[in-house]
Structure formats: C-alpha cells, structure tokens
C-alpha cells in the first residue's frame, strides 16, 4: 500500500497549484470599500457622547434577520482562530504564505463592513453584541476532536465553510428587507465565494495527488461539519431559527454545499482510488443518505412547527381583533 504523503510532502506538491490560484484570486477578485456599503447619514451618537443608547424599537431588522446577522458577523469577528488554523497548516513561504495573508485581509473586511452597518442602523444591540464577541473570541474554535489537524483537513473544512458562509450570507441579505443590508452581504458573498473556490482547487489538486488520503480528510470533514458559529452565545437559538427561515438549513447544507462540491471533485465518479479509497467513498454514501432522510425529517418537524405557530399568531389576532 503506498504512505501517506507528510504535510510538507503535500505542501511542496501543490505549491505549483497555489501559485496559479493565488494568481488566479487576484485577478478576479474586486476591490471594494466597507464605507461605500453603510448608511453613514443614519448614525447618530450613543449616551456616552450626549446621545441615546440602543433600545429595541430602534432595530428595523425582524428577529430572524437579527439572529442571523449577529451570527454571521461573529462567524466572521473569530478570524484570528480561522487565520491560526490555516497559517498553522500551510506553510509561510511563497504562494502560500501570499494567500493566508491576502485571504485573513479579505476576511477581516468583512466583519468591518457589517459591525460599522449594524451600529450605524442600530440593528442589534451593539452592547449584547459586544459582549457576545468577547466570549466567542475567548473560546476560539477548535476542529471537532474526530478531525486531525492537518493540511487535507483544513483545506477540506474551509472549502465547505466559505461555501456555507456564501449561502448564509446571501439568504441574510434577503431577510434583512433592506437594499443596503442585501447590496452588501451580496458583496461579502462574492468574496466568499472566490474563496471557496481557491481551496476546492486546492482540496480537487490534493485529491489527484493522494485520491485515497484526500478522500479520507474530506468524508472525515463532510461527516463532522459543524457550521462556524458551534460555541458561541445562542447558537442553538439563532442556528434553529436561521434554519427554520430557510437562511441556512440542512437541505441548503446537502444540496447547495457538500453536493455541489464532491460533484465538482467527481468523487462518485472518479476511477483512480484504491480498495481503501473505494471503502471510504462507501462510507461517505452511506454518510450522504442517512443526511438525505435527516433532510426530509428536518422538514417534515419545521412544516408542522410553522403551522402551529401560524395558528397561534391567528387565535392571537383573533382574540385582539375579537
Ligand atoms: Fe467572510
Ligand atoms: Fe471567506
């Protein structure tokens, strides 16, 4: 049976493939500024300077564009865990040292851009919001304890998350029933997807190299996927209610995230596994199915709990009205 390939090994391979892709990325990718996306005129001071602190009347944003918002923006405020888990697997030097610099400056626009919107509008409690930061930061984010560290792994994990992100940011913009809140986190989706799109070549190259080890990493990934937001202050509640809204939820997972890409991978169809690849891919079909019939479950239990929750909202009209 071949070894496995070591870290430096794989990072030495694809370097060739980083360099194109980095240049690739900065072809394509735009240059764009956070102020040009925030209703500056709507901002006015907090007490601390003579004004009027945050009250809930002051939010234009629905309960559900709230949760999302601050569950995205939190997504994003975690960039030094992300950036230490990425800089940590790939090396500092050449192509790769260029992208985990490029990309962690990239990322950090983006939680400037929706703190500076979120303040400006009083969109949420910038206080809550603060304190919420604090803890989230202080925690980190760690990969779930089945998935070894490593160069595979990571560029695995982050090929599916930018894609997730793409997908919830982009369903938040809609929610948020603003053209400014929508014309921005559009903005923010585009980054994230040529950023999805750098670490599938990537995970695709690795995949050629080692299809076996590659495919190991990426079923280990696709089988523990957490979405970014896992340990941070109500992310069972916002995640619920995100999922419930249809922002981000598990058919959106199966059938805009992980298909999409091990399609892209041709995973299913490729010929060049051995018997320890082929067990593997076994197993992530057998993974993929057992999600599909989660799907159908999911929302079978969100179409019942939506309607129980219309009745109530009627016989509370109703009762108003009556
Ligand atoms: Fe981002
Ligand atoms: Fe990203």
Known sequence: MARDLTQLELLTELEPVAEQNVNRHLSLAKEWHPHDYVPWDEGRNFAALGGQDWDPDQSKLSEVAKAAMITNLLTEDNLPSYHREIAENFSQDGAWGTWVGRWTAEENRHG?????????????DPVALEQARMVHMT??????????????????YVTFQELATRVSHRNTGKVCD?????RMLQRIAADENLHMIFYRNMCGAALDLCPDQALEAIALIVENFQMPGAGMPNFRRNGVLMAKHGIYDLRQHLEEVVQPVLKKWDVFGRTDFTARGEQTR???????????????????????????????????FATVSG
């Open 112 to 124: 400037i851009v929706m703190r500076d919107y979120l303040v400006v509008t009083r969109g949420v």
């Open 178 to 182: 603003d053209v400014i809140a929508d």
């Open 282 to 316: 076994e197993r992530l079909a057998d993974f993929l199915d057992k999600l599909s019939k989660d799907v159908e479950k999911f929302e079978e239990q969100r179409d019942r709990m939506l309607a129980r929750e219309a009745a109530k909202r009627e016989k509370a």
């Open 139 to 156: 925690n980190g984010f760690a990969s779930p304890a089945e998935v070894d560290a490593g160069f595979l792994h990571s560029v695995a």
